[in-house]
């Protein structure tokens, strides 16, 4: 880099972020058109968002005037539906913005996070921007949280933050309730990540943020309400935290669509879950199912996928042999997670054609 172009060191010798590959960009690739394809890589929703969210974008008249900075009317249909006080609650593009804003608000250089991989990449990346570093509690080998490993690094680190997800992205496991109970007595806050949480049968700690002093629960309307192309979450903090996150907060984060496609949605719940209770009926299928195969060993998920361990062939071969037959997995070659695959719950469609091309499939 030249003296005119002095970028922060750490980032100029940051190693490049593997971005994930567009639908377009696959189906150019396989050389088949888009809509051939089935997109079981990044857990969206394939029946897309509600239609009065159609209706919504297509009355849009206001896109030329700013956005209303506190989303005042989608924050009070927001507190309806998660049981938490609007004043509680802050929108954000995407519960991803929202781990920014925490790291922003919490961060000092110097300090650390606490991160359990295998987890959602997000908190780890963000972590080194925000001059913080990222110290890992591995789960155990069947995806649990290591309370006591977490509570001993708490004690030694002395970390900000304790990132926690539930269900587990990609695992699809929970944390239980004995479990918060010993993080949340812990001297750090903890942020918890519900992305999952309507796929799930157990209830959401969002009611309890606030009771609890140390607790913040992210969620996002990206995959139950099936935003995810709109880039619409929130979160839920403690009063304490409030006034300070509206003091750091981009003032027009969530633009004028995200805004009234998420009012849309939460005025058609009983659509959205009724595609909610399909989806985690194709996934309890898929793991009956996946379960046959001895090439397949799915983990129990409470979420909208399942992560399998893949045996006697290469999960890198599998997942190319799906993609020969237009469908997309996502594909796991890190060392906490080696040869693994995570398949996204589809249609009912989509997933007899999955399983179809896995009946082709086989070792050789
Ligand atoms: C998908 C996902 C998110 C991202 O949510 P956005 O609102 O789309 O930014 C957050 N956390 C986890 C665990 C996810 O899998």
Same mark, same amino acid.
Not at 132 to 144: E, G, K, L
Not at 259 to 288: F, M, P
Not at 298 to 312: D, E, I, T
């Given at each position: 880099m030249s003296d005119q172009l002095r970028i922060r060191r750490d980032i100029a010798s940051m190693s490049a972020y593997t971005p994930t590959t567009s639908l377009e960009v696959f189906a150019e690739r396989l050389g088949r058109g888009a809509d051939t394809l089935i997109?079981?890589?990044?857990?969206?929703? $394939?029946?897309g968002p509600s239609p009065r969210v159609h209706e919504a974008l297509a009355e849009l008249v206001h896109a030329h005037i700013y956005p209303d900075p506190e989303s005042g009317r989608l924050r009070t249909l927001l507190a309806d539906y998660c049981g938490a006080p609007a004043e509680?609650?802050? @929108?954000?593009?995407?519960?991803?913005?929202?781990?920014?804003?925490?790291?922003?608000? %919490?961060?000092?250089?110097?300090? @650390?996070?606490?991160?359990?991989?295998?987890?959602?990449?997000?908190?780890?990346?963000?972590?080194p921007l925000?001059?913080?570093?990222?110290?890992?509690? =591995?789960?155990?080998?069947?995806?649990?949280?290591?309370?006591?490993?977490?509570?001993? #690094?708490?004690?030694q680190h002395k970390?900000?933050? /304790?990132?926690? @997800?539930?269900?587990?992205? $990609?695992?699809g496991n929970l944390i239980s309730s004995a479990q918060?109970?010993?993080?949340?007595?812990? $001297?750090?806050?903890?942020?918890?990540?519900?992305?999952?949480?309507? %796929?799930?049968?157990a209830d959401s700690l969002a009611s309890q943020v606030g009771t609890r002093e140390n607790l913040i629960v992210l969620r996002t309307l990206s995959k139950w309400a099936g935003l995810a192309g709109l880039r619409l979450g929130y979160g839920i903090f403690p009063p304490a935290l409030m006034p300070h996150l509206w003091k750091i907060k981009q003032p027009y984060n969530v633009n004028v669509?995200?805004? /009234?496609?998420?009012?849309?949605?939460?005025?058609?719940?009983?659509?959205?879950?009724?595609?909610? #209770?399909?989806?985690?009926?194709?996934?309890?299928?898929?793991?009956?199912?996946?379960?046959e195969l001895p090439f397949l060993c $799915?983990? =129990?998920?409470?979420?909208?996928?399942?992560? @399998?361990? /893949?045996?006697?062939m290469p999960a890198s071969q599998l997942r190319d042999q799906l993609a020969q037959a237009g469908i997309i997995v996502r594909y796991y070659d890190k060392l906490s997670l080696h040869d693994h695959i995570r398949i996204?719950?589809?249609?009912?469609?989509?997933?007899?054609?999955?399983?179809?091309?896995l009946a082709n499939c086989a070792p050789h």
């Open positions: 997109k079981l890589d990044a857990n969206e929703n $394939p029946f509680q609650i802050l @929108c954000g593009a995407g519960a991803d913005e929202l781990i920014e804003l925490i790291m922003q608000l %919490f961060i000092e250089p110097g300090d @650390c996070i606490i991160n359990s991989p295998p987890t959602f990449a997000m908190y780890s990346f963000n972590a925000y001059h913080a570093r990222a110290i890992d509690v =591995p789960r155990r080998n069947d995806f649990s949280l290591d309370v006591e490993s977490i509570e001993r #690094a708490v004690k970390p900000k933050l /304790v990132f926690l @997800c539930s269900p587990n992205n $990609p695992s918060f109970d010993r993080l949340l007595a812990l $001297p750090t806050t903890l942020v918890l990540d519900e992305a999952y949480i309507e %796929f799930a049968e669509a995200a805004d /009234v496609a998420g009012q849309a949605s939460l005025l058609d719940i009983d659509l959205l879950q009724a595609r909610v #209770a399909e989806l985690v009926q194709q996934r309890k299928r898929l793991e009956t199912a996946l379960a $799915p983990y =129990p998920s409470q979420a909208n996928f399942l992560l @399998c361990r /893949v045996q006697g996204s719950a589809g249609t009912a469609p989509q997933m007899d054609r999955l399983l179809a091309a």
